[in-house]
């Protein structure tokens, strides 16, 4: 048995398939991972997100600190409660995880990090915080969950105290609202409009079922990494690692390189990396035919080189196979991926395939 979060009773009451997720019990399904995933193309979704990790930094040097810890920069937060997604970085400019900082208020910052990587994103955060004036608090006493789709913040929003109703409502992408014991954030992980809602684990159990109630259907694992494929957004341990720097993870747009004296952990082997024009690029894949698209799969680009698929699988919305993939340098919008010893046509694209329930490339 693994680790459980505070909304295990709630999966199983729901006939969960119920499977381990870097050592937590995490519901799979509820019976139709293809249902689960339309649902939130066109209405509202509800995801247990509480094994994600919510660590608060405080202090005078809480920003500097976290300059130097992220490849983005946090001087960027000017509004309370603005976020910013960015990669923490080794010292070889691979990624140690990717993770989401909140603006609180002054010397007040929120970094939610990822599940699978949680003992060592807070050894690797106290290691570096050395010589820093911050305090380091990882809040395991908080539960979240994710409620995405085109209404899921219309349904969500009525289980919300009334004090706080038009503010959350009113909140910009990729902002944050401290709104008594919640803490909601208007982000997500699948490429739908929606809210993430923190709040004490004591109290999970009781916001999961309102939104039920609400309207929101529960959703498993399943179909959040399905929605997170046709919205090309990573998954850690397969599009990106500690021996993959952002650049070939797609994640450039995410160093702030300005100001130029920033020296954040992992900044000279980037430079070197952004200098060489034959690194290899992150470009997705979309199938021209029959069959399915597979992590590790080869990528063959005739005359050029090869790559290889990270992230790959079945799209329920565009009803073809698409893939994410680190493919060799060049301007070439043709490969051809090698699927049970034959080579099959795919179309080179940019992503994101899919974003609010709207195809984003021609098919």
Request: proline fraction near 3%; charged fraction near 25%; hydrophobic fraction near 40%.
């Amino acid at each position: 048995m693994g680790l459980q979060t505070p909304l295990y009773e709630q999966h199983e009451k729901a006939g969960a398939k119920i499977v381990d997720f870097g050592g937590w019990d995490m519901p799979l399904h509820y019976g139709s991972q293809l249902e689960e995933h339309l649902v939130v193309r066109q209405e509202a979704g509800a995801f247990d997100v509480s094994h994600m990790t919510v660590v608060d930094v405080a202090g005078q040097q809480a920003r500097v600190f976290l300059q130097r810890l992220l490849a983005n920069d946090v001087a960027r937060l000017k509004d309370e409660g603005k976020a910013l997604y960015s990669a923490m970085l080794n010292h070889d400019g691979g990624v140690v995880d990717d993770l989401i900082t909140y603006y609180l208020g002054p010397d007040r910052y929120r970094v939610v990090v990822n599940a699978s990587t949680r003992e060592k994103d807070l050894a690797w955060i106290g290691e570096q915080s050395a010589g820093f004036d911050v305090a380091i608090a990882e809040r395991s006493e908080l539960a979240m969950i994710a409620v995405q789709g085109p209404k899921a913040r219309e349904r969500a929003a009525t289980v919300i105290d009334e004090a706080w109703r038009k503010k959350a409502l009113a909140l910009k992408s990729f902002h944050g609202l401290e709104a008594d014991e919640l803490f909601i954030a208007r982000t997500g992980y699948t490429g739908e409009d929606g809210w993430e809602v923190v709040m004490p684990a004591d109290q999970a159990a009781c916001y999961w079922d309102a939104f039920v109630d609400a309207g929101i259907r529960p959703c498993g694992l399943g179909a959040r990494d399905t929605l997170r494929l046709e919205a090309g957004m990573n998954l850690y341990g397969n599009d990106m690692s500690e021996t993959v720097s952002p650049l070939e993870a797609g994640l450039g747009w995410t160093i702030a390189w300005e100001p130029s004296d920033r020296d954040f952990v992992g900044r000279d082997p980037l430079e070197a990396m952004r200098a060489n024009k034959e690194r290899q690029r992150f470009a997705g894949l979309l199938l021209e035919g029959k069959g399915i698209l597979r992590d590790h799969m080869r990528v063959v680009v005739d005359g050029v080189g090869i790559g290889e698929i990270t992230s790959g699988g079945f799209s329920p919305t565009l009803r073809r196979s698409i893939a994410m993939a680190r493919i060799p340098a060049g301007d070439y919008d043709r490969a051809q991926v090698e699927v049970r010893n034959k080579l099959l046509d795919v179309r080179v694209v940019k992503m994101p395939f899919v974003r609010n329930g709207q195809a984003q490339i021609d098919l």
